[in-house]
């Protein structure tokens, strides 16, 4: 068996603006359509490209150990990473993944449209701002890296909620607004290619696949890592493919569109700081692992274990005021104890967090006035991890 991808189609009518082909996968054969929507004029110009599939389907036949055949052309520096160094990285996260074939047409550059110069992913999260900070607000950023374009793509972080998708994407389409930016994305139903794979451990692919059904609107793309980089590669609940993202990126790079991993070399603490710093990025700040639910009091719940990240620095730096517009403080006063507890867990338990060390170390260097019952926990993360500070705050 094999996975297939044949008969390109596009929809060009005034009621859709889709890229579809034909797959076949497990023994079955189905239509595979990115449906692209945004505000940018030239959102339906190209009709012509298999690149997206070709990452869509890349992991799915490595899953399953049959070739990948591309019916028609892709870009051929493309197709020259995908049979080799993007296989061989993806690898380094699962040995079960195995490399295959991949049959395709060598596609040779050609005449490409203007394009308007860098673009970035909106979710509102942290990655997503400290991104905006350095890569659109930065004077010193040249004009050809300088994001001109936002996109928000709906292919399965929530499962198949589209209530959430929804939310979000108005949410980022206020952002995008606040810029004076476009915003553009894809819709792509892919869970029944990924199986049962967790979104974290495949959500690189999927983000790629659908930003490359769009890439005749930029040159540059800026992909937020989510993950410090420092050459280690971990597969847990919440993270994984993120942290290969640093080596990953440049592969994907075509004749007309470089992609670049951007935030790897800043640790959480730091990109919260410098988002928190500034009104313009705080005051949409979206981090809620909640979704966006009916009873919602505020944009952020309070309570979550990202919401609180956020809010135990900001309370860390006296700053919890700033936030109070976007984040529940009832919540989070109702649930910092369980704040607590969690970061200390992740401090000392069996599956430690560089995240949630650092912010630990982090709130005891700056007086924070730490719950009695949770000092000796505290005290001995601080020991085990080779800083004191006094506890008295």
Known sequence: MAVVVRNLESDRSAAACDLSAEVVLDGLTRRLTFHRFGNHPGLCD????????????????????????????????????IRGPIQATLALLDRSWRRVPVEAAARRPGPTPHPIGAATAMSG???????????????????SLRVQLFVHHHIGAHGDDD????????????IADSFGLPLVGARCR??????????????????????????????????ASSEPFGGRVARTRFTGIATLEPQLMPLFNTDHVSWHAFGGDATRLRKTAEVLADERLRSTLLVCMRGFRRDRAALNC??????????LHAEA?????????????????????????????????PTRNAA??????????????????????????????????????
């Open 317 to 349: 730096i006296r700053s919890l005021d700033a936030v109070a517009d976007t984040f529940d403080m009832a919540g989070y006063r109702h649930g910092r104890n369980h704040s607590v507890m969690r970061l200390l867990r992740f401090s000392l338990g």
């Open 190 to 223: 892919l869970t029944d290619a990924y199986r049962s794979m967790r979104y974290a451990h495949c959500q690189t692919m999927r983000n790629v696949a659908a930003t490359m059904a769009l890439d005749h609107l930029f040159s540059h793309f800026h992909f």
């Open 46 to 81: 190209r009709t012509d490209t298999l690149d997206p599939f070709a990452v869509a389907l890349l992991l799915p036949a490595m899953i399953r150990g049959e070739p990948l055949v591309i019916e028609g052309g892709i870009d051929e520096r493309l197709l020259l990473t």
């Open 302 to 311: 309070g309570r979550c274990f990202k919401c609180a990240r956020v809010l």
């Open 356 to 393: 949630d060390i650092d912010l630990l170390q982090f709130m005891a260097a700056n007086g924070f006035t730490f719950p009695g019952w949770s000092r000796p926990g505290v005290a001995a993360a601080l020991l085990l991890h080779g800083r004191r500070h006094s506890l008295d705050g």
């Open 125 to 143: 999260g942290i990655d997503s701002m400290h991104l905006v900070r350095h890569r659109l607000l930065d004077p010193a950023v040249p004009e």
């Open 163 to 174: 209530h959430v998708f929804e939310e979000q994407l108005a949410h980022a389409r206020r």
